[in-house]
């Protein structure tokens, strides 16, 4: 579970930090991670055999994946604004491109 908890916020954070326009696709991903981390951290912290360091481990990686899962939640109707107007922008791009013939070189 501490493996699942540990991949699961380093996905988490670092999917946010790609500036490739799709804010809100990483933003739900982030969600999705958070969660996971928190649930794996939740359930890493409750069990009877491990010990107090391992408690700790647990508390803590659910505490930063509940502070992932929130980041995201509060930034995706931002996201999904900006993505949007990013991909029709993109798609007017490549239109345009597309329009505009290149002139053969010979």
């Not at 930090?17 to 649930?39: K, N, S, Y």
């Not at 604004?81 to 010979?106: G, L, V, Y």
Request: hydrophobic fraction near 50%; charged fraction near 20%.
């Amino acid at each position: 579970m501490r493996v699942i908890a540990l991949l699961s916020l380093l996905f988490g954070f670092v999917g946010l930090m790609f500036l490739d326009g799709q804010t809100f696709t990483h933003a739900a991903e982030g969600l999705v991670c958070g969660v996971a981390a928190v649930v794996c951290g939740l359930v890493l912290a409750r069990r009877d055999h491990s010990d107090a360091t391992r408690r700790w481990e647990g508390r803590i990686m659910a505490v930063l994946g509940l502070v992932l899962a929130l980041f995201c939640a509060v930034q995706l109707p931002s996201a999904y604004q900006f993505q949007a107007k990013f991909n029709e922008q993109s798609k007017k791009a490549h239109e345009m491109r597309e329009a505009k013939p290149t002139p053969n070189i010979r």
